[in-house]
């Protein structure tokens, strides 16, 4: 129960970093005046199953009242206020924003709206929260329900069918996939793209990766020496994740999962964490030894209650098991059952990072703005002369990963639609921010490469994504 409390404290300040990041361009992504507008997402996107409070208006003031919504929910859920009424809260509006747009989602999303979902059934307030003041200690750390069950499936899912997706040869012959990961400019950083000097070591790293996501979610499941397993589970995937954080510009994804990770923390482990906190909160009792009846915001389930709630989560936890099974194609997706339903509360996951392989196809983008005057500028780097050779670092063009996402699902011909409210929206922001310089113009620009063996050099290939006029 103590690292299910460090695990909801690491969520929630996750919930609050994620909110700010989101919030930094909530007329962009969520409002009616951005690069998704509502008519863009219902008609292109077919979405019908996925539920959004964020649809209900397009106008930024109501954005911004449910980013604070948001906000107040995601606080009282770090310290441990009210906690199951705000987790559900937070829950909900975690699905409403992801919902609004997806072409901004990645795999971190998923573990994130997940971890939520399963936290909403958990004792995650137990400790290190203002509930816990008010609570009867509980007669044992140990936890184990359907609940935690499903949490532990979710995490050795994101692992094991990640790995059991993986069948191109750079996976599991040639081992050249982490060489093919960090020549992929959009998201290598600088000490990822570092390691391109070093061959044989990149194969060993792809050998590692491939071999302890597909075995190492197995350490969960071995009953003796289960404090010893765990740590070491933990801090492998933790080293794992630093590894992802410090080579490859992925947005939140290593903390979201390093934050789950913290609820498999063993006894052993949070004795001494526990030990380390009671002498910094020495004056602060987190749980009472007086009885009280109910937890605020937690009603008692009880009789028959329990019996619903516990058949309930044991058939989220076959669905969740059948859908993982589905995307490795162990079984026809016929079988999946409730689909619609799933849709509807975002069960849905995929844990298909850089598999079956990593693409050889990579690149970087110029947006072209021709003023009125015929002349060509560069509407990202405040109308500076165009430069079509690659930039020094590719990924830091992009503001944070969120539009790297969208930017990146340009690319996509289902999506060619969506193109021209991108570069409605682009003209609006150089409009707004740069009056002097009127642009009549914009033209989307990709410049393309293919990623070669050994650091071999491609020839970039110029492709026009948009051509867009402004109409008088």
């Not at 909110?19 to 951005?34: H, K, M, N, Q």
């Not at 790995?163 to 599991?172: D, V």
């Not at 765990?230 to 947005?251: D, E, K, N, Q």
């Not at 560069?378 to 430069?387: C, E, F, L, N």
Request: aromatic share 16%; net charge positive; with cysteine.
């Amino acid at each position: 129960m103590r690292s299910l409390a460090l695990m909801r404290i690491a969520i929630g300040i996750i919930l609050i970093f994620d909110l700010g990041v989101r919030f930094s361009d909530y007329v962009a992504f969520y409002s009616d005046y951005g690069v998704l507008p509502r008519e863009a997402l219902i008609m292109l996107l077919n979405q019908k199953d996925f539920l959004s409070l964020h649809l209900v208006s397009g106008q930024p003031y109501f954005i911004a009242f449910l980013f604070a919504l948001a906000l107040w929910s995601a606080i009282h859920f770090l310290i441990g206020k009210q906690t199951r009424l705000y987790t559900i809260l937070s829950w909900i509006l975690l699905l409403s924003i992801q919902n609004r747009n997806t072409l901004i989602g990645q795999g971190g999303d998923d573990v994130l709206r997940l971890a939520l979902m399963w936290s909403i059934f958990l004792p995650i307030n137990k400790y290190y929260s203002l509930d816990a003041l008010r609570a009867i200690k509980p007669e044992k750390n140990e936890y184990f329900g359907w609940a935690g069950v499903g949490l532990t499936l979710l995490i050795f899912s994101l692992y094991f069918f990640s790995a059991c997706m993986k069948t191109a040869p750079e996976w599991t012959t040639d081992y050249t996939a982490v060489y093919y990961a960090l020549s992929l400019d959009q998201i290598a950083l600088p000490l990822g793209k570092s390691l391109l000097q070093y061959p044989f070591i990149l194969k060993i790293i792809t050998a590692s990766v491939y071999y302890i996501e597909l075995l190492g979610p197995f350490l969960l499941f071995i009953p003796w020496k289960k404090n010893l397993f765990r740590t070491s589970f933990v801090v492998m995937f933790f080293c794992f994740h630093l590894g992802l954080a410090f080579t490859m510009f992925i947005g939140f994804f290593p903390a979201i999962v390093m934050a789950v990770l913290l609820g498999f923390l063993p006894t052993s482990i949070m004795n001494k964490i526990d030990a380390s906190i009671s002498k910094l909160t020495r004056n602060v009792k987190w749980t009472a030894n007086k009885h009280v009846h109910m937890l605020q915001g937690e009603a008692i389930i009880s009789g028959w209650k329990k019996h619903i709630s516990a058949a309930a989560l044991i058939l989220i936890v076959i669905h969740q098991l059948a859908w993982n099974f589905g995307t490795v194609s162990w079984i026809p997706s016929k079988f999946i059952p409730l689909k619609t339903l799933a849709f509807n509360l975002r069960l849905d996951q995929s844990w298909g990072m850089f598999a079956p392989g990593v693409f050889k196809e990579d690149g970087w983008f110029i947006f072209e703005g021709i003023t009125k005057d015929n002349k060509i500028i560069d509407i990202s780097r405040d109308g500076k002369a165009v430069r079509y050779g690659k930039p020094k670092l590719v990924s830091a063009m992009f503001k944070n990963d969120r539009w790297r996402k969208y930017t990146e699902n340009m690319l996509l011909r289902r999506l060619h639609e969506l193109r021209f409210y991108y570069a409605s929206y682009l003209y609006s922001r150089w409009t707004e921010q740069h009056p002097e310089t009127p642009i009549k113009e914009i033209r989307l620009i990709y410049m393309k490469e293919m990623t070669l063996p050994d650091n071999q050099f491609s020839e970039p290939k110029r492709e026009v994504l948009i051509d867009w006029v402004h109409s008088e």
